[in-house]
């Protein structure tokens, strides 16, 4: 059975950082393209970051110079360290993994608040 168990949330304040972490089990992370969407109150899942199974992450441009995502292979999990936070960073954010055409496998979300 293939899990994705996200940690790390929490409320933080604009300009703090948080970091997340994801934990997955049944799967091997680095034989996947993996990473994390977001999807904020009232609006669509979109793209954070990703990384493929070899080569280095891309971003999204609202992640860009602030979010680093790294993945440690031999604990099987993915993070997102999260800087410079913004209120528009609130949201449920995902943790996934599969392919660019299709993320096949999703955790169940850590929610992030970021208050002004």
């Known amino acids: 059975q293939v899990q994705l168990m996200e940690s790390g949330g929490g409320m933080v304040q604009a300009g703090g950082s948080l970091k997340l972490a994801c934990a997955a089990s049944g799967i091997v992370l680095r034989a996947y393209v993996s990473g994390w969407y977001r999807q904020a109150p009232g609006k669509q899942r979109e793209l954070v970051a990703t990384?493929?199974?070899?080569?280095?992450?891309n971003y999204a441009d609202s992640a860009k110079g602030r979010f680093t995502l790294s993945r440690d292979d031999d604990k099987n999990t993915l993070y997102l360290q999260m800087t410079g936070v913004k209120p528009e960073d609130t949201g449920v954010y995902f943790c996934?993994?599969?392919?660019?055409?299709?993320?096949?496998?999703w955790g169940q979300g850590t929610q992030v608040t970021v208050s002004s």
């Open positions: 996934a993994a599969g392919s660019y055409s299709e993320m096949v496998y």
């Open positions: 990384i493929p199974t070899g080569g280095s992450p």
